[in-house]
């Protein structure tokens, strides 16, 4: 079965610009989770999605994200607009309904300059 | 206090000596305990998860639950190069929601 997708894999973008990262989650994996390392810390969690709604979102840093998931399938996350502290990779993971972990996408590295 | 923490490391252990990774967690509900492996530059990958107290074997990887002392570990056993890589305590309150992350041990299998 094919993985979590994500791209790009990098972004180098200027502050004040916008980017969108995309995530497609493994096939019929309902839960679909954002999350960010900013170098030298932990990951940390953005947001949960079941399906197309929004289940968790507690750890969206500010209204400058967005994530969305239309129909349920893949989701994207916009950053409008970026700022310096936005630079880190971003992960997206996914999971069935049975409790047994996630698996994650490569990440999208993202530089903000 | 961090809600998860593990030592970063980096944590040497001779090939074929039994490698032991530690973490503690400050949240009681927690539920459900996962250890992630990470090489570099790559996305972290499930090798454990656990739910109940004591040990879960999987392979040369036993995970270790202790609820009462909020503490969970990671021993492998037989320690092979291809081991070396950042080691992720992860920690939710269920199987489905939100994970909360140590920040990794690093550990390195010298040959």
């Known amino acids: 079965e094919a993985g979590v997708t994500q791209f790009p894999s990098h972004s180098v973008i200027e502050k004040g610009q916008t980017v969108t990262l995309r995530c497609d989650p493994i096939s019929g994996h309902d839960n679909l989770y954002w999350y960010r390392r900013v170098m030298g810390k932990e990951i940390k969690f953005l947001l949960h999605f079941v399906k197309e709604s929004k289940q968790d979102e507690s750890g969206m840093p500010n209204n400058r994200f967005l994530a969305e998931r239309t129909g349920g399938t893949y989701s994207t996350l916009k950053v409008q607009p970026a700022e310096l502290e936005d630079s880190g990779v971003y992960f997206c993971?996914?999971?069935?309904?049975?409790?047994?972990?996630?698996?994650f996408g490569s990440g999208t590295r993202l530089t903000v300059v | 206090q961090k809600e998860v923490e593990q030592n970063s490391g980096p944590l040497s252990v001779p090939e074929g000596a039994i490698a032991s990774l530690n973490c503690t967690y400050s949240d009681r509900v927690s539920q459900s305990f996962f250890w992630y492996r990470q090489y570099s530059g790559k996305s972290p990958e499930l090798i454990m998860s656990i739910y109940s107290n004591g040990d879960k074997e999987d392979g040369r990887f036993t995970a270790q639950l202790n609820k009462a002392s909020q503490y969970v570990s990671l021993l492998i056993r037989d320690s092979q190069p291809s081991d070396s890589a950042t080691y992720l305590c992860?920690?939710?309150?269920?199987?489905?929601?939100?994970?909360?992350f140590g920040t990794g041990t690093r550990l390195t299998i010298i040959p």
């Open positions: 992860a920690v939710g309150h269920f199987g489905n929601e939100k994970l909360t």
């Open positions: 993971a996914s999971s069935q309904d049975n409790g047994d972990g996630y698996t």
